[in-house]
């Protein structure tokens, strides 16, 4: 969603991802499971938004290095908050049944694709991809260019907050480690790679296609799982560099006997 | 008062000094020209007067207000719009969307989408793009890339438009065309700072030039008086007087 129009790109899932399994960790005894699930997504807001302030200023690849390093300083920092107050590594998390986490999660995946595709047709949608196209232009052209992008940064990254809380019910268990998990950040990443980002049909489809890959290498060549997969993705890179989704739409003008080949 | 002054404007990049200590004016309703040989800092004044760099020292006044502090998008929003030397357009959008960035977010107004699109309409028929509306911006040619840019430019509504370069690589009768256009576009009542290598099209629709030289302002007056200064002359217009 924040990605795609904007070329910018976050590894810092793994960092909300993480604030909300711990808002879930600490919250889902005492509160109901959707208000959990919801403060959630309003703590990412806010880290969110604290976060964007600081570091959208920053272009390019400065401002994916610096999502990276979100993810570890928020790792170290709850490891060791952790040890003072509670003196143990990890946390118990108050379960909840299978169907509800399904449900749950059902919801957030639409409300996910509702938003952006709500998002791309509203004004900041416009100002989001002048951004991409050419930050300059967009911003002399009267785009308040910082604070487009702290705010759908901030949009984007309360549902992975939610997606935290609700995995979390399904763990019983975390600890810093789990949470804030390098390999969160960069699954969607990689999904989105995939599926290509160019529009949001994409991701969705490289999630999918990821995860059945994901599974069939893991059951049939658990040894090569890692090195196949990573073949696979250096593959699409090289040769697909607008995803599956862009493979399928170049497919199809060719079909429809338009010869130009897309630049 | 002057819509636009600036003082003791300044800007140095490492050690070279591109802007020095430029004092300047322009008053509602002029076009004013902006000429130097390459690299004299015209382009750099522009991007003091729009924000995308800070003068340091020096201050620029729109309306008796420094506006030296703002933003770039709020220079726009305030009124000033401009164009680059370089092309810069949203290649992968369609051109009536490029054009709506500006009627949507530059003109300080909050504008409804359907009155941005119509406000972008009308700056693409005066422009006269309008029948390429749903093409890609990157796939113009470049000279509609450049009345693209003066399109986005009109849409955010600006009472003083910096036009750099526009005419830059234009055949006579396009180049024709501009200053028609320009000269339409004051007689709304915008006014006009222009960056121009072509002599001929400056020197008729300036009312004023400004001639800058290293960084420093060597001479201002009308076009009849540039011409006839030994100093210009000497810089600028003696070396390549039949560009």
Known sequence: MFAGPTGYISLASAAFYGVGLYTAAILNAQMAFPVVVILAGVFCFIVAVLVGMLTLRLRGVYFTIFTFGLVQLLFYAVAEVERIATGKRGRFVSTEGTETVYYAMFIVAVLVLVTAVLLRRSRYGLALQSIGEYEQAAEHSGVNVVRTKVVVFAVSSVFMGMAGAIVATRRAYIDPGIAFDLNVTFMPVLMAILGGMTNLIGPVIGAVVFAYLGEFLLTRLPDLYMLVFGAVMVLVILFFPQGLWGLLAQGWRKLRGGRRAPA | ?243
Do not use: W
């Open chain 2, 1 to 243: 008062m002057h819509l636009l002054e600036g003082e003791g404007v300044c800007k140095n990049f490492g050690g070279l000094a591109a802007v020095s200590e430029v004092d300047f004016y322009v008053d509602e309703g002029e076009i004013v020209g902006l000429i130097g040989p390459n690299g004299a800092g015209k382009t750099t004044l522009f991007n003091l007067i729009s924000a995308a760099l800070k003068p340091k020292p020096g201050k620029i006044i729109y309306k008796g207000r420094d506006i030296t502090p703002l933003p770039a998008y709020k220079i726009c929003r305030m009124g000033i719009a401009r164009t680059f030397q370089t092309v810069k357009i949203f290649a992968n959008v369609p051109v009536l969307r490029n054009v709506m960035v500006g009627s949507l977010f530059g003109t300080g107004k909050h504008m409804s989408s359907s009155e941005a699109q119509k406000k972008a309409q009308e700056a693409l028929d005066f422009v006269g793009l309008a029948s390429l509306k749903d093409t890609l911006a990157g796939d113009l040619t470049l000279a509609q890339q450049k009345r693209l840019e003066l399109a986005r430019a009109l849409a955010s509504d600006p009472e003083l438009l910096l036009l750099d370069e526009i005419m830059a690589g234009l055949t006579p009768t396009e180049v024709a065309e501009a200053m028609e256009a320009i000269t339409q576009i004051r007689s709304r009542g915008v006014t006009v700072i222009m960056i121009e290598h072509v002599m001929q099209a400056i020197m008729k629709i300036s009312d004023r030039i400004i001639v800058l030289d290293y960084g420093k302002k060597i001479a201002e007056g009308t076009p009849a008086e540039m011409a006839a200064n030994p100093k210009v002359i000497e810089v600028y217009l003696g070396e390549e007087c039949d560009a």
